[in-house]
């Protein structure tokens, strides 16, 4: 009799630890994404300035300046983390064709304006590249920890889903830019 009461306890214990370890894994996974949504969305406001910065210098470079407009209106609007990822995809591949075209406008290049804007990018860019990894690696240990047994066992009672990794889907985005006078 008490050995069935011991048995139902540790279960029961062993139950609430795991229920505890994944809602802490799944709100890991959730924090390092609104890391990458901050500075994603500090990345965006940054934009606006750029383009401001650029206009004057290359009117009729109206297609790169679209690309960014447009993929900065993609973010604004996407509403998953798979939208928000091909969003910020579209948007580092319209910030390579940015930078490569302002190599052909030498005043442009020695702008203060720009440079500042340049460099405030290269570090927010840094700090994007950064918060990706950490929100893989949450992801990478949430879902493992999903899959294990026999923590799956509650994962599938408590109806815990798997998180999606930050990944790249487009080809062009993974080339680097050639720039060419």
Known sequence: MFWAIGAVLVLALFAVLTYNQLISKRNEVKNAWATIDTQL???????????????????????????????????????????QAAAENMMAGALKSLFAVSENYPDLKASQNFMMLQEELAGTENKIAYARQRYNNSVMD?????????????????????????????????????VSF
Do not use: C, W
């Open 41 to 83: 969305q500090r990345r965006f406001d940054l934009i606006p300035n750029l383009v401001e910065t650029v206009k004057g210098y290359m009117e009729h470079e109206k297609g790169v300046l679209e690309a960014v407009t447009k993929a900065r209106t993609a973010f604004m609007n996407a509403d998953s983390v798979k939208d």
């Open 142 to 178: 949430y879902n493992t920890a999903l899959q294990v047994f026999p923590n799956n066992i509650f994962a599938n009672m408590f109806n815990f889903q798997a998180a999606d990794s930050f990944a790249i889907e487009n080809e062009e985005a993974r080339k680097a830019v050639r």
